[in-house]
């Protein structure tokens, strides 16, 4: 079977592949675009509650046996002091040269026991190592729903969301919910079956995430609508799931940093040319010939606080080495309302229109990358762009040089790719259009700057 390697050499490069690759952005099947409409969707996850259906979107990967600890503390830059049974923490593993694979949520379930869920490259980098390492672990994949036949997945996964969450689940557990601190789980009961249940928050908000065995999927979601009504719980779509990212400031999509080193190459040759990797797009208006320039470090990504080097993992003497230059920050880019509507206003013309913005996500590739500049040099790149309509603004969210990554400072963040447009079936022709943009806090809501706890994340 052929590899990633192999259609990296047959390629003109990484960045030519992964540029002009078919896929278009990740999709959200199992769930409507939309119960209701995407803003009032938006708006509940601050107002009212909500209930996010994550049952379909994300891979889970099973990790037990006696090495199942030691192999993951060996991939994770995080520590594992004080990780025990019934806490989860967010789980990012390195390339050897210091750059992110992905991040997962990782759930310690019993002794010798753990669960990840996630996107893809996080996954595949554990089984890879599962299988080539040596360790006395078993792993098994359950895929997520767009990549099976069956439509079944072993768990559903919910979370409850929002300021009247905690009365929601009150009344579904006909109790308190249980005070647990940030990230620990234990079990409760729902519609009288046996759920697991996570502190858990996005957006900012309080809540819980949910999840069991997949024959309990209905009347567990039946049960906490229903106790959600008189508190305006609305179920969110899949228009709505991937902007909630935009207030809370998680990152959702860096690029794996795998397509290059020789270290690498073994792994390369490991994954499919079928699978995520092989198959993932880039879009936007930044442009390298270099693929280690859309690589990410942990800092980038404001994952800075989870590096512990308390333990040897995979990156680890690069990363040390890293701790000592300058890094990059995380911030939202508030876009100028006059130049979005200029933006959109291109689009009644019937030549020279700028890139279609779709709403309330204006995603469209797997890993997104615009430019900003200030003065006309590249000082960041944006990683995500949407509409909340909790702010009333477009939002995106990026990784700036230190010196302009200051709140209030006004930057150009470029919209539409070179050239016309790439080969992506998602790229009509059009013309670049730059729209000014503040730096801005992140998390951009007020809530979730003064409630996340470190080590926060939502789950996309």
Avoid at 201 to 213: L, N, R, S
Avoid at 264 to 287: D, N, Q
Wanted: hydrophobic residues 35%.
């Amino acid at each position: 079977m052929k590899s990633l390697e192999d259609k990296l050499k047959a390629s003109e490069g990484p960045v030519a592949m992964l540029r002009n690759s078919q896929a278009g952005p990740n999709a959200y099947p199992g769930v409507p675009a939309e119960y209701t409409n995407w803003r009032d969707e938006q708006q509940a996850w601050q107002k009212t509650c909500v209930l996010y259906n994550q049952s379909y979107h994300m891979a889970d990967l099973a990790v037990e046996g006696p090495d199942a600890l030691k192999l993951l503390t060996r991939l994770g830059i995080n520590s594992f002091k004080g990780f025990e049974v019934n806490k989860a923490k967010q789980f990012v593993p390195c390339t050897p040269d210091g750059y992110v694979i992905g991040d997962v949520i990782l759930f310690y379930l019993a002794d010798k026991k753990f669960n990840l869920v996630g996107r893809a490259p996080t996954l595949n980098w554990i089984m890879f190592h599962a299988e080539t390492g040596g360790y006395d672990v078993k792993v098994a994949l359950d895929q997520r729903t767009a990549l099976r036949t069956d439509g079944k997945r072993k768990s559903y996964r919910f979370q409850v969301q929002g300021p009247n969450a905690m009365k929601t689940i009150e009344k579904a557990l006909g109790k308190a919910p249980p005070d647990l601190k940030f990230f620990n789980s234990t079990n409760v009961t729902i519609a009288g079956k046996n759920v697991g249940a996570l502190r858990h928050g996005m957006a900012g908000q309080p809540g819980f995430e949910f999840y069991g065995p997949w024959e309990d999927y209905q009347p567990v979601r039946e049960a906490l609508m229903k106790a959600g009504e008189e508190f305006g719980i609305r179920a969110v779509g899949g228009r709505a799931y991937s902007s909630n990212t935009l207030e809370s400031g998680w990152i959702p999509s860096p690029l794996p940093a795998v397509y290059s080193g020789d270290s690498l190459k073994a792994y390369r040759e490991w994954l499919p040319v079928t699978g995520y990797e092989a198959s993932a797009s880039l879009g936007g208006s930044f442009v390298s010939k270099n693929i280690e320039d859309y690589y990410f470090t942990p800092w980038d990504l404001g994952y800075g606080h989870m590096l512990k080097f308390d333990h040897d993992f995979i990156g680890r003497e690069a990363l040390e080495a890293k701790a000592k230059e300058k890094k990059r920050e995380k911030v939202t880019l508030a876009l100028n309302d006059e130049d979005v509507v200029r933006t959109l206003s291109t689009l009644f013309k019937k030549s020279e229109r700028a890139k279609f913005i779709d709403w309330p996500s204006a995603v469209y590739s797997m890993h997104p990358f615009d430019k900003v500049t200030h003065d006309g040099k590249t000082v960041g790149v944006s990683t995500w762009v949407g509409y909340s309509s909790n702010e009333g603004k477009m939002l995106t969210l990026a990784v700036m040089d230190a010196e302009h990554a200051k709140p209030g400072m006004e930057v150009v963040f470029t919209w539409g790719e070179e050239g016309g447009g790439s080969k992506k079936p998602t790229v009509e022709r059009h013309v670049q259009v730059e729209m000014r943009a503040i730096v801005s806090p992140v998390p951009y809501a007020e809530t979730a700057r003064t409630s996340y706890a470190p080590g926060w994340r939502t789950h996309q």
